[in-house]
């Protein structure tokens, strides 16, 4: 009998632990979509835009709002804007283009 209720409180404190994540845990997941995203991305000097957006671990991926300038000449060094998605499962990072997200410039 001593032996299950053992068994059943190491568990439950596993079971805890694996639920509570450390600040340094959270602060590598940030790194490494920073890093994944602004290697995926196709802009000159991407830079991440705020922080990520951490979504339910049902989900799977964090977003990241990235910016940078057009890398191809007749873009005249023109900032653009692109929204990466980060799979934590895979650790793989996936960009698209989202010049929409930005608010349109008045007209002169």
Known sequence: MKTITLSAILLTALAA???ASSSEAWAALDKAVVASCTQ???LKKPKAVGTAAQFDDRVGYVALLLQGQYPQP???GQTGTELCLYDKQHKTAY???WDSI???LPRK
């Open 17 to 19: 632990q694996a639920h």
């Open 95 to 97: 960009v698209t283009e």
């Open 102 to 104: 930005r608010p349109a």
């Open 40 to 42: 995926a991305s196709g």
């Open 74 to 76: 007749h873009m005249k």
